[in-house]
């Protein structure tokens, strides 16, 4: 975990420091240090880094901006992570809901896909949803979808942070042969991405279910020797540990331990169907969650016993899943669910609190990420990775605490404007590298291709 | 149950028909027929009443509006119904989140109701909540709260429709002495808007556990005399039905049912902690049930097996209950939630389908509130009770199927025109009857006085 740094130039009265970026904000939340709320404070920015946290007053006096911003009704937040996406799955919102799970999966989501998933499907689904992200306050996600260098390229050229989670499946798909086969054309597009400041590469074996033993010891050697992050469903669902059980002999989350992947590399996605073995074993070898409630919720897959893990000290990040089983990608809403859901599933309100909500939301996300060096907490430093959300929407009103209304009350459509590494993404709810008309036009091809209109 | 009617003026190809309104929608979703969506059709308003519902073309051809709105993005729906709220309570949005259930209370709200509750307070915090509700979509609430009368008024004037369900309880409190005295003050109360419109009495006795049997004896004959509604917050948590049983030998919905409260007047609010007899009962009886989901989870009650409930044919409607327990008044959130939520405690992600979803948010409600003669479809004859939603979000798109769309991707903020009996009372997002600058200044006064800045 990174500690907060001092500004590495001296303050000299006499002379201001010039910067790029000065924003002046009604409450900044940093989240480390933990349960903080500066009022009418500043963050500075300078070569896409957080340079300073100061009062206002004092940061006019010390900088000289090239670009200032004032966010009156404003909290400045560090950019939400989202740390599971099926991000060109988008393209798929809406289109088979109300389906039990597995006739969703095999008669709607899998022929879908089987007919339309290519580069071109990936790219457009991929932009969408980053648009989608960024009008929410999410500044780093990671993904997990098929033809990852779409993907890659996609957050690459929008200027967002992403880790590319690449799909390790034994069987053939439109992207791989078989897991070998993925295992290397991932690591090649790592090659591509190699020294790229903001898209880094990880394995995503799919799941217990579809990556077999040999795949996942090549994955955990790899992964160890290359320092790599691994991704993987798990535990989404009481049948899937079931079966397990019955076909191995073992809990998936067993059969991870003896193949070597449990570890502070792994992020373990869904974990609903969780016993006391599986919760000492996370907490023994620090894997990480990303806990996915809306989709678990609709999918009817389970629940997760979030308060139970977090006591554990267990890592729980947050993830949206994919917009074909959430219907959307709004980690404010997201989290808000999450912190609804925790209390009641632990029987006791006092669960999940705001601030914790919030830091499973950032901090916790660059964690099972593996990039809280860089990202997830506004820290002189660190990357300027930044959401703001406004507060001062009636429905919001009275502002007894800023926290609590922003996890409570505020969802993706608060928030005004977002920077990732510096750079404004988001302006006053204006994308500032996507064409939004654009999008949309592509999105209605894909609905009336979807739908038999066109070919 | 209204059924559709055909419009009362013959339609003559050689004289248009001058009617005050007429609606042109890009989707019209009546709820009654069911799962019906109507694509380029109009909606045809007079006196306050829809008289037609049909082709966009043929709308143009045969009447006259005075006002005419082209929805080109929008999907029209009856106006949300709320069968469960505390508007009043908006004021303490945010004031104490995440606490236990009884600290929340006894640390936290009835001290600050005990020191603050009195008219003003419960006319400012009504006002903001009705401005909320209208903002996102809600054309009629239910309310329980201390100075019934405010909350009529401040219901009146803004050209809202609502039950006002007057709180009896057998203690002193700031507005009655004892159930008896409240009876008496909600019965006089109820003379003064015996002929309005849209205002409308009902029973709230508060909960089995603050109301003794003689008050619910009382309130059981005046309901059946004068065929008032009753509601009442039951089995909100297996601790209440447990201690109830403790207490008193009998589960509470037992204890209604002898004492002849359970019946088609009889509107449950909650209802977590339910076993067969319950559900059996309910059914027998045909009282109601307002669903809270978001209450719920956050003050981890417990969860209400809505699934289960619907199969078994009651009637399920949805209530926000207070902002102080939600943090928010937005109906198709608290759909949203409800829909997620019902699939996963039942296991099965076909469960509460978009449709039914929608219907428990309209139709439901308004039977649960006893007026569905009046609203809770678009129906000719029916007062026009209108919701349109914007569904060109792009966090909407593509739009493979609206009304997926609307349940699963839209909330408050993409509530664009509302109307109420034929008067818009939100335009293009826009208060008619209420001023939003003035109720966000006096809940800045009431943020003050309650943190103690102000006296």
């Given at each position: 975990m990174a500690t907060a740094k001092t500004p590495d130039q001296p303050f000299n009265a006499n002379k201001k420091q010039p910067i790029d970026t000065l924003i002046h904000a009604r409450w900044i939340i940093p989240v480390i240090p933990e349960q903080r709320v500066y009022e009418n404070c500043s963050l500075a920015i300078d070569d896409g880094t957080i340079v300073a946290i100061l009062p206002r007053s004092e940061a006019q006096h010390r900088f000289t901006p090239t670009d200032e911003h004032h966010l009156d009704d404003q909290v400045l937040i560090p950019g939400l992570i989202n740390t599971h996406n099926h991000a060109a799955m988008s393209l798929l919102?809406?289109?088979?809901?109300?389906?039990?799970l597995m006739t969703w999966l095999e008669k709607h989501i899998w022929p879908a896909e089987q007919k339309w998933v290519a580069p071109e499907f990936v790219g457009d689904g991929t932009r969408l949803a980053i648009a989608e992200m960024l009008k929410s306050g999410t500044t780093t996600f990671s993904d997990q979808y098929f033809f990852p260098e779409a993907t890659a390229g996609a957050a690459r050229d929008a200027g967002m942070r992403a880790q590319i989670a690449f799909p390790v499946i034994d069987f053939p798909n439109a992207w791989s042969r078989n897991g070998f086969d993925a295992i290397e054309k991932g690591l090649a597009l790592r090659d591509d991405y190699?020294?790229?400041?903001?898209v880094g590469l990880a394995f995503a074996p799919h799941a217990p279910y579809t990556v077999g033993d040999e795949t996942l010891k090549k994955i955990a050697i790899y992964a160890g020797e290359l320092g790599m992050a691994v991704q993987m469903h798990l535990h989404e669902t009481a049948g899937e540990v079931e079966r397990a059980v019955n076909d191995t002999g073992e809990r998936p989350t067993q059969r991870l331990h003896r193949l070597g992947l449990l570890s502070p590399e792994m992020l373990c996605v869904h974990?609903?169907?969780?016993n006391d073995d599986d919760i000492t074993l996370l907490q023994k070898t620090g894997a990480h969650i990303a806990h996915c409630p809306r989709s678990n919720l609709k999918l009817a897959s389970g629940f997760s016993p979030v308060g139970k893990l977090l006591a554990a000290g267990i890592n729980v990040s947050i993830g949206t899943d994919g917009?074909?089983?959430?219907?959307?990608?709004?980690m404010l809403l997201e989290t808000n669910t999450a912190a609804l859901l925790a209390k009641a599933v632990a029987g006791d309100?006092?669960?999940?609190p705001a601030h914790q909500a919030l830091a499973m939301a950032t901090i916790n996300g660059a964690r099972a990420l593996g990039i809280d060096d860089v990202t997830g907490s506004l820290e002189v430093g660190k990357a300027a990775d930044l959401c703001a959300v406004d507060l001062s929407a009636l429905e919001q009103q009275p502002l007894h605490d800023p926290l609590s209304q922003l996890i409570y009350t505020a969802n993706g459509?608060?928030?005004r404007n977002v920077w990732v590494a510096g750079k404004q993404l988001l302006k006053e709810r204006e994308l500032t590298t996507l064409n939004e008309e654009e999008l949309r036009q592509r999105a209605g091809v894909w609905r009336d291709r979807i739908a038999g209109r066109l070919n």
């Open positions: 919102r809406g289109f088979a809901d109300d389906h039990p190699r020294s790229h400041p903001r974990m609903t169907a969780l917009a074909a089983s959430n219907n959307g990608l709004d309100a006092a669960t999940l459509h608060n928030v």
